[in-house]
């Protein structure tokens, strides 16, 4: 049952990091092809394995409470919900998909789960790195700052546009979720590296015990 376990969790990671690597891949060769006109359609190139991979992110969840990862899952549970909730309401808005910012942001989550999974990988394999670790609870937790500001401007940048649209009911009503959503978001995120942070120094502590043994 261990082996079952253990196999499962490998290939579900294995998985996320060869989708957000083939996500990676494809953006960069559009931009260097195209230029900055590969901005505007960054979700019709991307979108469903971008999609597929964020659903796919609601297991681990399930993952953390079962106990086959270790991590926290407070902070894991926010991560999924509002990049979830984000990614819905861009799929919602055709208007809002071929903007700059959602290229931003879809670069943004691709770069942060592919400096998370390796590590994941590594601690499945039990063959932690130090490089790995660092990378997972510092380079990390600054690049997630800089994607929920991201995020904040994609939530300002659509409540805009549901402005100038707000005579259909629809729009009105997600026009006031969002209101709503932002001062969520924002104690959301700082929830969310207030527990990071406790994480990484038990890590990390956690590192220096195994290395003075």
Not at 67 to 72: H, N, S
Request: aromatic letters at 12%.
């Amino acid at each position: 049952m261990l082996s079952i376990r253990l196999s499962y969790i490998f290939l579900y990671n294995l998985f996320q990091f060869c989708g957000h690597t083939w996500i990676l891949a494809n953006t960069i060769a559009r931009f260097l092809t195209f230029g900055q006109d590969a901005l505007a359609d960054t979700f019709y190139s991307v979108g469903f394995v971008m999609s597929l991979c964020q659903l796919l992110s609601i297991l681990e969840l399930f993952h953390i409470a079962d106990g086959i990862e270790k991590a926290r899952l407070l902070p894991r549970f926010i991560q999924v919900m509002e990049k979830n909730g984000l990614l819905v309401v861009i799929i919602l808005l055709e208007e809002i998909q071929s903007k700059p910012v959602v290229c931003v942001q879809f670069f943004l989550w691709n770069i942060l789960d592919l400096l998370r999974y390796p590590h994941e990988l590594l601690c499945v394999m039990d063959a932690p790195s130090i490089s790995m670790l660092w990378i997972r609870y510092s380079l990390w937790i600054a690049l997630y700052i800089l994607s929920v500001a991201n995020e904040v401007v994609t939530i300002y940048q659509t409540l805009i546009y549901l402005g100038q649209t707000a005579s259909h009911s629809a729009s009105t009503h997600l026009f006031i979720l969002l209101r709503l959503y932002l001062p969520l978001l924002t104690l959301g995120a700082t929830v969310t590296v207030w527990q990071l942070l406790k994480e990484r120094q038990q890590h990390l502590e956690k590192w220096s015990k195994s290395k003075r043994k």
